[in-house]
């Protein structure tokens, strides 16, 4: 059975520009969660969406969003990019709602230049 | 507001050398703790989900324990293979999101 997957594996953007990150879920999993990861820091909590709807929202500005499409599968938009937005973007989802046991993709490494 | 801490930061063992690692937390309300293990440049692998004090899970080397107000991931007899950042979260009674905690790099040597 095929795990969380992520694409693209890297991403080198300029400052200002925006870009675009996906997920697959596990097959079966209704929940998709996005995280970041800085370089020093840990996983901080970005969005959550469940059946299409945003559920919850890190502190991060509105700039980051995103959506879940009919599939489960998930796109994390990030625009007006900063250098600081430079950072491992993870993925997990989970079968229920409740965040037990979800499993994480390999990210998406994200380079602002 | 929810906080995890872990420690130490960093670990060096030797092979064979069992210790164990410590994950504290303040959470408004406890609906579970997950123990991930995470390789340089990967996402996290899920070890153990503990949700009440007393509650003990194994795999292989590790041993994970829960208490009131903290988390022990055991390790014993660790081999190079054990090499990893451990990362500690609480999943809070409300919010419905993982709370993650700096983690710690682990190193062990043959």
């Known amino acids: 059975e095929a795990g969380v997957t992520q694409s693209p594996t890297h991403l080198i953007k300029t400052r200002g520009q925006q870009a675009t990150l996906r997920c697959s879920p596990i097959?079966?999993?209704?929940?998709v969660y996005w995280y970041q990861q800085a370089l020093g820091l840990g996983l901080q909590f970005l969005l959550w969406?469940?059946?299409?709807?945003?559920?919850n929202r890190g502190n991060f500005p509105p700039r980051f969003s995103g959506r879940q499409f009919p599939n489960y599968s998930s796109e994390l938009n990030v625009n007006a990019l900063e250098l600081e937005d430079s950072a491992l973007y993870l993925c997990?989802?989970?079968?229920?709602?409740?965040?037990?046991?979800?499993?994480f993709g390999q990210g998406t490494r994200l380079t602002v230049v | 507001e929810d906080q995890v801490t872990q420690s130490p930061e960093a670990l060096r063992l030797q092979e064979g050398e069992s210790s164990s690692l410590n994950c504290s937390y303040t959470?408004?309300?406890?609906?579970?703790l997950f123990w991930y293990r995470q390789d340089p440049g990967k996402g996290p692998e899920f070890l153990f989900t503990?949700?009440?004090a007393g509650e003990e899970k194994e795999k292989e080397r590790l041993k994970a324990t829960l208490t009131k107000k903290e988390s022990f991931l055991h390790i014993t007899a660790p081999k190079p293979e054990d090499s990893a950042t451990y990362l500690c979260?609480?999943?809070?009674?409300?919010?419905?999101?993982?709370?993650f905690g700096a983690g710690t790099i682990l190193r062990v040597k043959s």
């Open positions: 969406y469940d059946e299409g709807e945003e559920r």
């Open positions: 959470v408004s309300g406890l609906r579970g």
């Open positions: 979260a609480v999943h809070p009674e409300y919010g419905n999101k993982l709370v």
């Open positions: 097959s079966g999993h209704t929940s």
């Open positions: 997990a989802s989970s079968f229920l709602p409740a965040n037990t046991e979800a499993f």
């Open positions: 503990l949700y009440s």
